[in-house]
């Protein structure tokens, strides 16, 4: 990168091992703000990444899968399946007598494992104590920042099936 | 009577290259902030704050660039002055 560079008395390796003491500051830095440019440089591609991934963005199509049975669990209790892949893990939990919810087990601070809790109706990450609504997985107290992903199900005869998952 | 109380050229250097560098910390930090926040809402699922996102993003690389040339342009306007003495 030449032109960056105008013509100086020095060449640069003698200007980057400066020998007297008082041009080492300006020698640490210029590096030191080339490194931080450079920095910046990573912050922009990073976020023309985002942008690319964003315009050719392709919303998934999900599998229908049988998840469970009407009866299979009591009211308050939980089922633990896996949609739309295998390591996906996902928790079904029976709120009344006719109604179900799904959502992703996947936290969505740093990925650790929610679970119901029935004494305060809602789903608990243990790690950081985050709380997610029983009733659309919004974030209700700690450091997550976006709601749950939602699967959406459909009754089918006596049958639960997955057939969506929802990220809002 | 104050004397000349210009000061010398390489100090005068240091405090608009230590000027600028702050500069640059201060845009950086918003970039990282920038970049944090597109992801987080890229991942929430909402892809129209992408791309102010990144025009943002650009324009403070691009500042950060000139104020890098501007450094390297004090740079070396002290240390030739400071050769011919």
Redesign the interface.
């Known amino acids: 990168m030449s032109w ?3 013509s ?3 060449p640069l390796w003698k ?1 980057e091992f400066s020998v007297r003491t ?2 080492e ?2 020698v640490t ?2 590096q ?3 490194f ?2 450079l ?3 990573g ?2 591609v ?3 990444w ?2 690319v ?3 050719f ?1 392709k919303a998934p199509t999900y599998p229908q899968q049988t998840i469970a049975r009407l009866g299979e669990i009591p009211v308050g209790g939980v089922k633990l399946f896996t949609y739309p892949t295998k390591d996906d893990h996902c928790i079904l939990v029976r709120t009344s007598e006719s109604e179900h919810v799904s959502y992703s087990q996947k936290c ?1 601070h740093l990925s650790c494992a929610v679970y119901f809790s029935q004494e305060s109706n809602r789903l608990e990450c243990p790690c950081h104590k985050g709380f997610f609504s029983i009733t659309d997985g919004s974030v209700l107290q700690g450091p997550p ?3 749950l992903p939602r699967i959406v199900l459909e009754r089918r005869g006596d049958e639960l099936v997955a057939v969506d998952v929802k ?2 | 009577m104050p004397e000349n109380l210009e000061l010398p050229p390489k100090t005068r250097g240091l405090t608009a290259i230590a000027g600028a560098m702050s500069l640059i910390a201060v845009l950086l930090i918003v970039q990282i902030w920038l970049l944090s926040a597109a992801l987080e809402a890229f991942l929430g699922g909402k892809r129209s704050s992408a791309l102010p996102a990144a025009i943002f993003s650009g324009l403070m690389f691009l500042v950060c660039f000139g104020l890098y040339l501007f450094v390297d342009r004090v740079d070396l306007d002290v240390r030739n002055s400071s050769s011919e003495r």
């Open positions: 960056l560079r105008r100086s008395s020095e200007e008082a041009d500051r300006y830095r210029r030191l703000t080339k931080l440019v920095t910046s440089l912050m922009f990073g976020n023309l985002i942008l991934r964003s315009l963005y969505t920042s976006r709601p990220v809002s």
